[in-house]
């Protein structure tokens, strides 16, 4: 499904996309550990959150409860009282059902493959892969993630775009995140393509003009030249 043009470019894509982020990667208190329990709660607590929220309540919630063990003891409402300052209020409730299942009926033993990961309420594709990558550095298809800022690089860079008539696009667009991460380095590239996706390549006002890949993004070359100045998307 990947032609050759393709993977040549996503091979240029993933050295441009490294060496940017080397220079210019997040310092984020998630990124210092590779703690699977650790990664698990910073991963629920991003969804629909932005990271400047998420940031002193991770802290909090694993100075409350620095082991998963200690989080299987706890109580819904000792819980809720940390992660709902962030909203989304099914998130403790989550965190705790998947704590309760790897401390009680695995014996504590976070699971590293993708379909024992995908049998735990409450993690989806998304969240396994970045466990998988994040944690564990799985060197397989297995570690690739897919979220709103990855699908935004990759649909703008290679330029194909969702759209709803079109049920290809998810299996396109997953196709393409396991390729980029083969050949290793996986939780760097990872890191790195989301870093993109939110700091230079937003939804709106993408910054094309400072941004490593406008040398080779659809995006650029394509749908910037139509962009007027009255509805300019830059800064
Ligand atoms: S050039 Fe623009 S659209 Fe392309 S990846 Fe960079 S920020 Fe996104």
């Keep these: 499904m990947i032609n050759e043009s393709q993977l040549k470019?996503?091979?240029s894509f993933t050295n441009l996309l490294i060496e940017w982020f080397e220079k210019n990667g997040r310092d984020l208190p998630w990124r210092k550990t590779r703690d699977p329990y650790h990664i698990l709660v910073s991963e629920i607590m991003l969804q629909q959150t932005n990271v400047e929220i998420v940031i002193p309540?991770?802290?909090e919630f694993?100075?409350?409860?620095?082991?998963?063990?200690?989080?299987?003891?706890?109580s819904l409402h000792q819980v809720r009282r940390i992660t709902d300052k962030i909203g989304y209020t099914r998130r403790g409730k989550f965190l705790l059902e998947i704590a309760k299942e790897i401390s009680k009926n695995?014996?504590?033993?976070?699971?590293?493959?993708?379909?024992?990961?995908?049998?735990l309420k409450g993690i989806g594709r998304y969240t396994a892969g970045a466990i998988l990558s994040f944690a564990f550095?799985?060197?397989?298809?297995?570690?690739?993630?897919?979220?709103?800022?990855?699908?935004?690089?990759?649909?703008?860079?290679?330029?194909?775009?969702?759209d709803e008539r079109n049920s290809k696009f998810d299996k396109k667009m997953w196709i393409f995140a396991e390729?980029?991460?083969?050949?290793?380095?996986?939780?760097?590239?990872?890191?790195?393509?989301?870093?993109?996706?939110?700091?230079?390549?937003?939804?709106?006002?993408?910054r094309c003009y400072i941004c490593p890949m406008n040398i080779l993004c659809?995006?650029?070359?394509?749908?910037?030249?139509?962009?007027?100045?009255?509805?300019?998307?830059?800064?």
């Design 9 to 11: 470019a996503l091979h």
């Design 57 to 59: 309540i991770y802290g």
């Design 62 to 74: 694993l100075k409350q409860f620095p082991g998963i063990d200690d989080l299987a003891r706890a």
């Design 106 to 119: 695995r014996n504590g033993q976070f699971p590293s493959s993708l379909d024992e990961l995908l049998d």
């Design 137 to 162: 550095e799985i060197n397989d298809k297995s570690a690739a993630i897919v979220d709103v800022n990855v699908e935004r690089v990759i649909s703008r860079v290679f330029g194909f775009w969702r």
């Design 179 to 206: 390729e980029f991460i083969m050949g290793g380095d996986v939780w760097k590239k990872n890191q790195a393509i989301m870093d993109l996706g939110a700091t230079l390549c937003v939804s709106v006002k993408p």
């Design 218 to 235: 659809t995006y650029y070359e394509q749908i910037v030249p139509k962009i007027t100045p009255l509805d300019s998307f830059f800064d």
